[in-house]
């Protein structure tokens, strides 16, 4: 059991998007008589409580009437505890009511205007400012006089937002719940709206947080058209609202930064009031920063790790990709799990390569050079010298590199990675899986090029002298594009060993099928390399010809045998060690030595194979790096400026 059982045991209420009266038949008709002074004259809408009528007055009174149909408790609670609230920005209640055969009913006042969620379905690409600034400054005036008089509402949604001639109203206040400083707990039962609702409410927690934190995805529906956490199943919504972090790359700062802490996990590091997150939206909406700049300024710079680096946009653009490759190398280095001695080996077999390859390398290089310098001059002169950055860049800058994060175990760490895994969508995945294929296929044709420039050494290129890599090539790019769908699917969840490696031996039975197909149609020679290995007597005639040359089947024993020895699943796991381990890719090779001396095939081939494959496989699959997983540390700035990112 996981620490996020009891949000995952609660029982929240389903989604209260009202329905269509197309869709579904009120209880009360057109002309029906209520409460023996109303007369509906038409059915509003059906939420997750009841439906809801317009009704006229015998005096004439415009009114809406609520029918009660589930829940009871709650709603007459919420209901009776805000009969007595006075604002312009909430909807009025009037009285609450009992028919002759004990049906309740909570007369209200009626709001002729659409509603937040129907406006928001004609803007798919959020409102402007100034519509930001009227909707959400309505809102947080009816939430914080509800906060002011001790209540929460508990279910704050664009459904429950209306526009009534200009004036912004909150409604629906069923929901609401008396709170005190000292009772915030005792909830047996979660409300509310699955997209709105905060990690703490299955816990039972429903403080005035519970609400800032719903004013902040919908401010992010305002500002991007969506909602920032979705899916195919509330369960997916949960996970993601308790684990996952907001997408703000879409949304315009400075709205990205009081998002951002409106969104913390944790309650204490969200806006202490709607009133301080109303003056932040405000600032933001004219372009501004509010009052408490400091918090908004760091909010804005806040990274997932205390080594982002600051880009400048300025820097010439071949300059400033070289950079950034070298920094992904220096990562890839550090995050090598190796002592010195190995590393050493390493650089040294690297070097070797380069003085090697010195007789294409240098001429390549000096190309490149001879190209580079006149471009680069000609731009400084054309461009001119950057100038110094600004004092609010300078700050900013500061900001970003202060150190905001602190670390957490790797097993905390994991643990919310693998949630995070298990919630992705369908469409994620394949997206992913189409971006590693794409990488792993570039990986392959370096590879190859890599080899045919050692190998080749001035000789004459013809068809059968490169047919032998194509063929490799061919075989690394099936291996990892299979190796790499099976991962995608198993990346969420540990399987058990045994199926799994029955699967992979099915892929090498498939794997070496095609092996076979398409050295036959290279018309490759079968007995390139495996001379040495015929001195063994015992071979099958069903896996080799009398000549001692394989057939199809010694070409799929010998690829099944390799896929189900190995835990190929490891090498597409997004929370392997590290990116690249050149132990994995030496185990493979030394893997497929072994059973070529049991069924042996073409060689080298077989060897470039089977590494070239955890080569092709590693660069291609996602990667987190666990030498970075942080999470903001709150104890490193005072309770007003505590706005990173929260527990990642």
């Given at each position: 059991m996981n620490t996020f059982d009891p949000l995952l045991q609660a029982s929240p209420q389903p989604e209260r998007h009202e329905t269509p009266v197309a869709n579904r038949r009120f209880t009360h008709p057109s002309g029906t008589r209520l409460l023996d002074r109303f007369v509906v004259q038409r059915g509003l809408g059906i939420g997750g409580f009841g439906e809801v009528y317009f009704a006229i007055s015998d005096a004439g009174k415009e009114v809406a009437i609520k029918q009660i149909q589930r829940n009871l408790d709650i709603e007459l609670r919420g209901v009776s505890q805000c009969l007595n609230l006075k604002h312009p920005n909430?909807?009025?209640?009037?009285?609450?009511?009992?028919?002759?055969?004990?049906?309740?009913?909570?007369?209200?006042?009626?709001?002729?205007?659409?509603?937040?969620?129907?406006?928001?379905?004609?803007?798919?690409?959020?409102?402007?400012?100034?519509?930001?600034?009227?909707?959400?400054?309505?809102?947080?005036?009816?939430?914080?006089?509800?906060?002011?008089?001790?209540?929460?509402?508990?279910?704050?949604?664009?459904?429950?937002?209306?526009?009534?001639?200009?004036?912004?109203?909150?409604?629906?206040?069923?929901?609401?719940?008396?709170?005190?400083?000292?009772?915030?707990?005792?909830?047996?039962?979660?409300?509310?709206?699955?997209?709105?609702?905060?990690?703490?409410?299955?816990?039972?927690?429903?403080?005035?947080?519970?609400?800032?934190?719903?004013?902040?995805?919908?401010?992010?529906?305002?500002?991007?058209?969506?909602?920032?956490?979705?899916?195919?199943?509330?369960?997916?919504?949960?996970?993601?609202?308790?684990?996952?972090?907001?997408?703000?790359?879409?949304?315009?700062?400075?709205?990205?930064?009081?998002?951002?802490?409106?969104?913390?996990?944790?309650?204490?590091?969200?806006?202490?009031?709607?009133?301080?997150?109303?003056?932040?939206?405000?600032?933001?909406?004219?372009?501004?920063?509010?009052?408490?700049?400091?918090?908004?300024?760091?909010?804005?710079?806040?990274?997932?790790?205390?080594?982002?680096?600051?880009?400048?946009?300025?820097?010439?653009?071949?300059?400033?990709?070289?950079?950034?490759?070298?920094?992904?190398?220096?990562?890839?280095?550090?995050g090598i799990h190796l002592t010195w001695f190995p590393k050493a080996v390493l650089l040294g077999l690297i070097v070797v390569g380069l003085i090697i390859n010195t007789r294409w390398l240098l001429p390549l290089l000096s190309v490149l050079g001879i190209v580079y310098v006149p471009y680069y001059l000609i731009r400084q002169m054309l461009i001119g010298p950057s100038p110094g950055v600004s004092y609010q860049e300078a700050r900013m800058h500061s900001l970003a590199r202060q150190n905001r994060y602190k670390p957490i175990s790797k097993k905390r760490w994991m643990q919310f990675k693998r949630i995070e895994l298990a919630s992705k969508r369908a469409s994620v995945q394949l997206a992913e899986l189409a971006g590693s294929w794409t990488a792993a296929t570039i990986a392959t044709i370096l590879m190859m090029v890599a080899a045919y420039l050692v190998t080749a050494r001035g000789e004459t290129t013809t068809a059968h002298a490169i047919a032998p890599l194509g063929w490799t090539a061919a075989m690394v790019l099936a291996t990892s594009m299979s190796i790499l769908a099976l991962g995608k699917l198993w990346e969420g969840r540990d399987g058990d060993p045994i199926r799994r490696r029955m699967a992979m031996l099915g892929i090498g039975g498939g794997l070496g099928a095609l092996a076979y197909a398409i050295a036959t149609f290279l018309l490759l020679d079968p007995s390139a390399g495996i001379t040495r290995w015929m001195h063994r007597p015992v071979l099958s005639s069903a896996l080799y010809d009398p000549g001692a040359m394989p057939r199809l089947g010694a070409y799929m024993v010998h690829f099944a045998l390799l896929m189900s020895v190995l835990r190929w699943w490891r090498t597409t796991d997004p929370l392997r060690s590290s990116r690249l381990s050149p132990w994995a890719i030496v185990l493979a090779a030394l893997v497929d030595f072994a059973i070529q001396r049991l069924v042996p095939i073409a060689q080298p081939a077989g060897m470039m194979i089977a590494a070239g494959s955890v080569i092709a496989i590693q660069i291609g699959a996602p990667w987190e790096n666990s030498n970075q997983r942080t999470e903001w540390d709150r104890s490193a700035t005072p309770a007003p400026a505590q706005v990173g990112r929260g527990t990642p």
């Open positions: 909430l909807v009025t209640l009037y009285d609450v009511c009992q028919d002759d055969i004990g049906q309740w009913y909570v007369v209200m006042e009626y709001v002729a205007g659409a509603n937040l969620r129907e406006q928001l379905d004609e803007h798919a690409k959020g409102f402007s400012d100034s519509e930001i600034r009227r909707w959400f400054d309505g809102l947080a005036a009816g939430v914080a006089h509800m906060h002011d008089e001790g209540l929460v509402h508990r279910d704050l949604k664009p459904g429950n937002l209306f526009d009534d001639r200009g004036v912004i109203k909150v409604g629906d206040c069923g929901l609401s719940k008396f709170i005190s400083e000292t009772r915030r707990g005792g909830q047996t039962e979660s409300v509310g709206t699955f997209h709105y609702m905060a990690p703490e409410v299955g816990r039972g927690e429903y403080g005035r947080e519970i609400d800032v934190y719903a004013l902040g995805v919908i401010l992010y529906e305002l500002v991007t058209g969506r909602l920032p956490f979705d899916g195919e199943t509330s369960h997916e919504i949960i996970i993601k609202h308790m684990t996952a972090e907001p997408d703000l790359t879409g949304v315009r700062q400075p709205y990205a930064a009081v998002i951002a802490r409106a969104l913390e996990k944790d309650p204490a590091a969200r806006w202490r009031n709607v009133s301080e997150m109303a003056a932040a939206v405000a600032g933001a909406a004219t372009r501004t920063l509010p009052i408490d700049a400091t918090v908004l300024t760091a909010t804005m710079v806040a990274s997932p790790s205390p080594q982002m680096p600051v880009v400048n946009p300025k820097q010439e653009p071949v300059a400033r990709a070289v950079a950034s490759s070298i920094s992904d190398i220096r990562s890839w280095w550090a």
